[in-house]
């Protein structure tokens, strides 16, 4: 069994300073060491981290002049890592995370020395009451948190991706900005042959949030998922997913200022190039139904 070198990284946009410090005073409490830290400063200046907080193995802050969004940030911290050449895992985890339990790291490890084409780990994401909300259970309807296994996508806040997995799939949809850039992922390392797994006993502890809480919600929210099938899915379940979710989306939205961002997100996505078109193949559309999430919802 190869043991995976595992790196952690961390994108904040400096209005957290007392969570990050939090998040990685838990990653220093790991019983396995990360091998390296990565954190970027997406448009904000950095603290220094390393001695004031005693952080293990090798800490590289990174400032950026703007705000890239957090897939774009995330882009950063891979970038860096794949010029150091000697990690095989990147643990990524929302600035305002906290890990509980001081196994997360050795457990991921343990994953993946365990499965060769595992290419994604998606945490349980939890509030300070223990409590997951339903939409961070990565499976139609209502489930069990607490139920792991085999899924068709996972969660920004904590996960794990394996380099190997990135060299062959790409990276996150920088010019998603925000919303939907997991599917994205997921759908691309699904359709190469890697596994994506739930594995709820990798907690991370994050504040109960609303993603409507963000400003440009459902701008962005409609517009990516434009550009996301338009991307990734076969010709024919663009206007069944588009069509099913637009029904979703009407039935569910109750503010029309949300609504009317909603419908100028739409017509964004339809109008604006949506970036190189690779769709997944019909066996992978099969087998993300067969796992209890068809791509037409």
Not at 21 to 45: F, M, T, Y
Not at 106 to 128: Q, S
Not at 194 to 208: D, G, N, S, T, V
Not at 227 to 247: C, E, I, K, S
Request: hydrophobic share 45%; aromatic share 8%; charged share 25%.
């Amino acid at each position: 069994m190869v043991e995976p070198r595992i790196a952690v990284a961390v994108v904040t946009m400096g209005n957290r300073p007392a969570e990050v410090d939090a998040l990685l005073e838990s990653v220093a409490k790991q019983d396995l060491a990360p091998a390296r830290i990565v954190i970027v400063g997406n448009g904000c200046r950095l603290p220094e981290f390393a001695r004031r907080l005693s952080l293990p193995g090798e800490v590289t802050t990174i400032d950026v002049e703007e705000n890239l969004g957090c897939p774009g940030g995330r882009n950063v911290a891979l970038a860096r890592l794949r010029e150091f050449g000697d990690v095989d895992v990147v643990v990524e985890l929302d600035d305002d995370g906290l890990l509980v339990d001081a196994d997360v790291l050795r457990r991921v490890r343990d994953l993946y020395a365990a499965d060769p084409r595992l290419g994604i780990v998606g945490f349980r994401i939890a509030d300070e009451h223990g409590e997951t909300q339903q939409r961070h259970v990565p499976r139609v309807g209502k489930s069990d948190p607490l139920r792991g296994g085999y899924v068709t996508g996972f969660l920004g806040g904590g996960h794990a991706l394996s380099m190997a997995m990135l060299a062959e799939t790409g990276d996150w949809p920088a010019e998603f900005f925000f919303a939907h850039e997991e599917t994205d992922l997921a759908w691309r390392a699904a359709d190469a042959g890697w596994k994506i797994r739930y594995a709820p006993e990798l907690l991370l502890q994050h504040p109960k949030t609303s993603p409507a809480r963000h400003a440009i919600y459902y701008r962005v929210n409609a517009r990516n998922r434009v550009w996301l099938v338009r991307r990734r899915l076969p010709l024919a379940l663009v206007p069944v997913h588009l069509g099913v979710w637009t029904l979703l989306t009407l039935a569910r939205t109750r503010s029309p200022a949300g609504l009317k961002a909603w419908c100028a997100g739409f017509v964004e996505g339809l109008r604006e190039p949506a970036g190189e078109r690779r769709p997944m193949r019909w066996r992978t559309v099969w087998r993300l139904s067969r796992l209890g999430r068809p791509p037409v919802i």
